[in-house]
């Protein structure tokens, strides 16, 4: 795993940015599979400046989004469909056909997590993953006990994710229970991984993803058994990892 500490979030934000930026100049037409939740947010104001000062360009970019709330409409605000378009997409060149989200408003769910991973394939794997990761190792929204062999699937979210999600919400009530999400398979297809982690409170997390076997209940440690990952992390995040 190639390891970047960085001193704040800005400049985690500037170095995943950076990374992003260089695989979309390199290659036009790249796939990128992208995240929601707290810790994108410097990244993707930074990849709009990009657009829009340096002109780094998605004309031809796709993108495939980890995961969504189950039972939210895609123009609730709440919802990781309109996450996107508000931080991102509403201020980049990409167009909107060609980006990817699951549908939690599906009538019949398990279809639509069939239809998800074939898209994954047909439209994917993408070039690189961005990825966050929940203070109990989670990625995309696959929780603690989720088999590495997972393809796209309805999750139930655990108390402490539901909580710390709670945030965005006007009250806890009011975070789903379940999510569609992106299985540790679908994920590990990705050419390219970056992994992003801020803050203290991501420290214990980090700290298992470096130091502790490949375990089923920190799914993040699947990840080490992919050929590229690259860790962006800052120091809050690593102070506990032995070094
Ligand atoms: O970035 P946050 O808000 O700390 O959340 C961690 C992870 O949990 C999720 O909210 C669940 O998918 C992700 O979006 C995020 O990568």
């Known amino acids: 795993m190639n390891i970047i500490i960085t001193k704040d979030y800005q400049e985690l934000s500037e170095k995943a940015c950076g ?3 260089k695989q979309v100049n390199d290659k036009p037409d790249s796939v990128l599979g992208l995240a929601t939740g707290g810790s994108p947010l410097g990244t993707y104001k930074q990849l709009i400046n990009g657009c829009q ?4 360009n998605y004309e031809n970019v796709s993108t495939l989004n980890l995961d969504e709330y189950i039972g ?12 996107m ?8 060149n990409i167009r909107s056909e060609n980006t990817y989200i699951p549908n939690g408003k599906a009538v019949n769910l398990d279809v639509e997590c069939e239809r998800y991973e074939q898209l994954i394939d047909d439209i994917g794997p993408p070039d690189l993953q961005l990825l966050g990761i929940g203070q109990n190792g989670h990625i ?18 655990e108390e402490s994710t539901r909580q710390a999600n709670a945030r965005f919400f006007d009250s806890l009530d009011m975070v789903p229970k379940q999510a569609i999400t992106m299985g540790i398979q679908s994920i590990l297809k990705s050419e390219k991984i970056v992994i992003i982690a801020s803050g203290e409170r991501k420290a214990d997390a980090i700290r ?36």
Not at 53 to 56: A, F, K, L, Q, T
Not at 85 to 92: R, V
Not at 140 to 157: A, C, M, R, V, W
Not at 220 to 238: F, G, M, N, P, Q
Request: negative net charge; charged residues 25%.
């Open 140 to 157: 995309g929204f696959n929780e603690p006990g989720t088999s590495f062999q997972t393809k796209t699937h309805i999750i139930d979210l």
């Open 72 to 83: 939210l409409d895609k123009n609730d605000p709440q919802s990781y469909h309109f996450f």
């Open 19 to 21: 990374i992003i930026e």
């Open 208 to 243: 298992s993803l470096l130091e502790d076997e490949p375990d089923e209940n920190m799914p993040a440690s699947a990840l080490r058994a992919h050929k590229h990952v690259t860790l962006i992390a800052d120091e809050a995040a690593y102070q506990k990892a032995g070094h």
């Open 85 to 92: 378009k508000k931080h991102l997409f509403d201020h980049i």
């Open 53 to 56: 000062e340096r002109s780094v």
